[in-house]
């Protein structure tokens, strides 16, 4: 049974459910009064930047985040989660499982730190290095480490840009998430080989409207960034930049309603 506290209850809301590792983030509307609900919702406007307040919209995640911290509507990602982790948690044990005892990971993008967890469970002697520009989710990431026992992950507040072009190498690198943001996606994936010994898994949204390879559009429909584009096209960009793909496949985020959100593709790959 995931552990209750009540630190973790008052860092919601939480974008992934840790109940698999033991510890309780996801609290329903019977746990969670309208008074904190309305709480937690001035909270996370308050640390919005500025040019999210002014602009004319806010973007997906924080509509989303609203949404579940009001209780709205029951929120998409922990649905989403479900479809990710069944192919996700597979690839990474068996990178880890082909690896020395102590191999060295990177998670960009990690959010609360639930894959760089995992990584940890799944393989105590890891060294783990999780990176993400949002503040707030660094401090999830490390409330959960902490409370899970997990001292081999190192949390860090980095733009991922500039961290991958800093002089580290890693065993194996997780890029889940992280890819659709980007407006220049096919050179995030260059800027990767230097700083990968081994492996690579990477996991993005993808539009399922099209199978044109070519095809690939910025900023993402109905946003004011990142990018969207078809696996046919991540698979080709793979290729050209140097990666040797092991394994592929792909699935729907079924918490998603519109079908450039809903495909997800999944790649297992070494530098060739």
């Given at each position: ?134 503040a707030m989710e660094i401090k999830r990431a490390r409330t ?31 890029c889940a998430g992280g890819l659709y943001h980007l407006e ?27 199978e044109d390879p070519n095809y690939f559009v910025t900023p ?53």
């Amino acid at each position: 049974m995931a552990a209750f506290y009540q630190e973790v209850y008052d860092l919601q809301p939480w974008y992934h459910d840790f109940a698999r590792l033991g510890l309780k983030t996801r609290f329903d509307k019977r746990e969670m009064g309208l008074g904190r609900r309305l709480v937690n919702a001035a909270r996370m406007l308050l640390s919005l930047k500025p040019r999210q307040l002014l602009g004319t919209r806010l973007e997906k995640r924080e509509i989303l985040s609203l949404r579940e911290v009001l209780g709205e509507r029951c929120p998409p990602h922990f649905t989403n989660q479900l479809c990710k982790e069944r192919v996700l948690i597979p690839y990474l044990t068996r990178c880890l499982k082909g690896l020395e005892e102590h191999p060295t990971c990177l998670d960009l993008f990690c959010a609360d730190g639930y894959y760089s967890c995992m990584m940890a469970d799944i393989c105590p002697g890891a060294r783990i290095t999780g990176i993400d520009l949002a503040a707030m989710e660094i401090k999830r990431a490390r409330t959960a480490a902490r409370l899970l026992g997990f001292d081999n992950i190192e949390f860090i507040i980095a733009d991922a840009w500039a961290f991958i072009q800093e002089p580290h190498r890693y065993d194996l690198v997780l890029c889940a998430g992280g890819l659709y943001h980007l407006e220049e996606p096919r050179r995030f994936l260059v800027l990767l080989r230097p700083i990968t010994a081994h492996y690579l898994v990477v996991q993005s949204v993808v539009t399922l409207e099209t199978e044109d390879p070519n095809y690939f559009v910025t900023p993402a429909p109905g946003a004011q960034h990142g990018s969207r584009f078809t696996h046919a096209a991540l698979e080709c960009w793979l290729g050209e930049t140097g990666w040797e793909i092991l394994d592929q496949t792909r699935n729907e985020l079924t918490g998603n309603r519109l079908r450039c959100d809903r495909g997800s593709s999944y790649f297992l790959c070494r530098a060739a």
